[in-house]
Each structure stands twice: as structure tokens, then as C-alpha cells.
């Protein structure tokens, strides 16, 4: 695995050494999200993991979706899960009982689920490599590299602009929901 | 780098995100497990972007995101509610639908 990882192809040496260190970081704090005892320390491992996933983000040339990934995921819904966790639980520390009887049987589970995964992917991609960083390169005006940004604005606005409206219901109808649910009568 | 790297440390999340819901008793612990697992379609979707050259995979990826702040809103709701009428929000207790 690390040597796929590491694999270094000669296009861009630095690349891949970041990549490798933030997702070596994101699979510990991924292992660590669903193997610790304490509940609080879960939610702040998943705040090492959503982090992970927007540096790489950045570093798949994707800065408008990793802004939106730190905002929503860092932002709200760790909020949230916090704020579920200590409205639903009675003691601060290690707990018992966090896992079913038969956890043992994930393990199994999700070992064969990656190979099949892994498989998929290598007989997929096979050697293809990603030369090229980025949507376009710098603009002239600004000498920013925001082309994405600008394609994904057209994209949703025009392309995509039905289910960007059936998204705005799904959120109402989420928030109302939630709302409804949670409140004391 | 490999196209591949993306795409394999978004199965390995995926699959430490299964192991979390099929092993976890605590509901939120499974709801965060199942945010490990929209991660990474979401890592999917943007590496699929990045090899295709082309944004669509963003867009999808920020409706996915949308989609999963709103599950996560619904779904603690929904722990809430069970906590208050049960004092205990271990899932393998909740069998009243059981036949």
C-alpha cells in the first residue's frame, strides 16, 4: 500500500510525498474514530479526518469544494455532533458498551469489502497517472488559479440549476424536520 | 502521482466506515461513521474530476455535502428523540419493530 502510495512517477516528487503523509494521518484518525472508547475524543478524531479530506481536496486542485468542506463539515455539523453527543450523554470519559456484541464481524467485513475495492480501482486506473494540476491554469487578471470556481458557479447555475433548487427543498425540509423532531411539547 | 491514490485511500475510509456502523452500538457513533463513508465518495468524486478534467465531479461533490449536513441535522434530531424517550441510545435495544 505504501508502495503504491509512494510510488513516485517523476511528474511531481512533492505531491505525492504530501498526499502520502496526509492520508497516513487520515487513516490513523479514521482508525482511531471507530476503535476509541471515549465518545468526545471520536468527534474530535473526525475533525482530523474532515481536515485530511480538505487538504486533499486542495491538493486535487479543488480549493472551492475544500472551503465548503471546512465551513460545512469542520464547522457545522462537528458543532453538531458535539452538541448531540453531550445532549445524549451522561458521563465525560471512557464508557462501556460502545460497540456490539459481535464487532468482530466488521472486521472481515470490511477487509474483503477493500479488497473487492482495491481490485476495481487497480484493474480501473491500472498506471494512469495525474500530470496535470488544475482547471486551466493562472489567469492573466488575477494570476490566481480560480478557473474551477468560476466553472462551478456556471455549472450550478445554469447545468444544474434543478436539482441545485430541489437541494435548497431537501435542506428546508431537513431543518423543519429536525425542528419538529427535537422539540419539547 | 498514481491515479489510483485517490481513489484507494477513499475505499480504505470507506471501509473503516462500514466497520464503524456494523461495529459501533451508539447511534452517534454510527452517524459519524457514515460521515467517514459520504467522505469518501466525496474524495471519489473529486479525484474523478481531477483525472477527467472537468468540474463536474466538484459539483457533485458540494450537492453531496449539502445532502450529508442535511442527514446529519435529521438524523441527531432523530437521536435526540430517541434519547429522550428511552434514556439510552444503544441501537441494538431499539426492537419494537421486530415481528
Known amino acids: 500500500m505504501t508502495a503504491v502510495i509512494l510510488a513516485a512517477d517523476g511528474v511531481n ?4 510525498v504530501g498526499f502520502g503523509i496526509i492520508a497516513a494521518v487520515m487513516i490513523y484518525a479514521a ?3 471507530v476503535s476509541t472508547k471515549n465518545v468526545v475524543h471520536a468527534a474530535l478524531w473526525l475533525v482530523l479526518v474532515l481536515a485530511g479530506v480538505a487538504a486533499q481536496y486542495i491538493l486535487a486542485a479543488a480549493e472551492f469544494v475544500a472551503v465548503s468542506q471546512v465551513m460545512v463539515y469542520i464547522g457545522a455539523v462537528m458543532v453538531l455532533f458535539l452538541f448531540g453527543i453531550m445532549l445524549t450523554r451522561a458521563q465525560i470519559g471512557a464508557e462501556q458498551g460502545l460497540n456490539n456484541k459481535g464487532w468482530q464481524l466488521g472486521i472481515p467485513v470490511a477487509v474483503v469489502l477493500f479488497g473487492l475495492l482495491a481490485f476495481v ?4 486506473t491500472g498506471t494512469d497517472t495525474i500530470e496535470q494540476l488544475g ?8 494570476g490566481v488559479n480560480n478557473e474551477s470556481t468560476i466553472e462551478i458557479a456556471d455549472r450550478v447555475l445554469f ?3 434543478a ?8 435542506l428546508l425540509a431537513a431543518a423543519i424536520g429536525a425542528i419538529v ?3 419539547k411539547d | 502521482m498514481l491515479a489510483a491514490n485517490f481513489l484507494l485511500l477513499a475505499a480504505i475510509l470507506f471501509c473503516i466506515g462500514v466497520f464503524g456502523v456494523i461495529a459501533r452500538r451508539n447511534a452517534v457513533m454510527v452517524l459519524m461513521s457514515i460521515e467517514l463513508v459520504l467522505n469518501s465518495v466525496n474524495l471519489n468524486l473529486i479525484a474523478f474530476a481531477l483525472m477527467n478534467d472537468d468540474v463536474d465531479g466538484q459539483v457533485f461533490a458540494l450537492f453531496v455535502i449539502a445532502i450529508a449536513a442535511a442527514e446529519v441535522g435529521v438524523g441527531l434530531a432523530m437521536v435526540l428523540l430517541i434519547y429522550r424517550n428511552r434514556k439510552s441510545i444503544s441501537l441494538d435495544e431499539l426492537s419494537e419493530l421486530k415481528g
Open chain 1, 13 to 16: 516528487v512533492a505531491m505525492n
Open chain 1, 31 to 33: 482508525l482511531s474514530v
Open chain 1, 121 to 124: 480501482v487497480l484493474d480501473f
Open chain 1, 135 to 142: 482547471l486551466g491554469g493562472p489567469t492573466e487578471l488575477t
Open chain 1, 159 to 161: 447545468q444544474y440549476i
Open chain 1, 163 to 170: 436539482p441545485f433548487f430541489g437541494m435548497t427543498f431537501v
Open chain 1, 181 to 183: 423532531l427535537a422539540r
